[in-house]
């Protein structure tokens, strides 16, 4: 019942009911309401994951996804690159 309320109160403002856009992120102002605390993060370890930012928010009672996190950092224009690893010894024979 909700929902053929919903689509006629939809014709009766824009003059026709049509779907919006699926999808999205609905509740990103919870994680920008944290933003210091991910700058800060990042800022104190540069090689930081997406899981050990959330085992930060854990640590504050604060639940959060890595995908909400990750769509956080992409939304702020965020980005970051793990540190490449050291090259392989090169002088070792391989057979």
Known sequence: MAT???WRQMRLAHGRA?????????RHFRTDAHAELIRAMLNDN???TLA???SGFAAQGIGVGIGTLRRF???HGITRKK???TRSNKT???S
Do not use: F
């Open 18 to 26: 049509i779907a919006g856009k699926p999808g999205g992120d609905q």
């Open 73 to 75: 950092l992409e939304r």
């Open 46 to 48: 540069g090689n930081i």
């Open 92 to 94: 070792a024979p391989m």
């Open 83 to 85: 540190r490449p690893g």
């Open 52 to 54: 050990e930012i959330r």
């Open 4 to 6: 053929a309320v919903h």
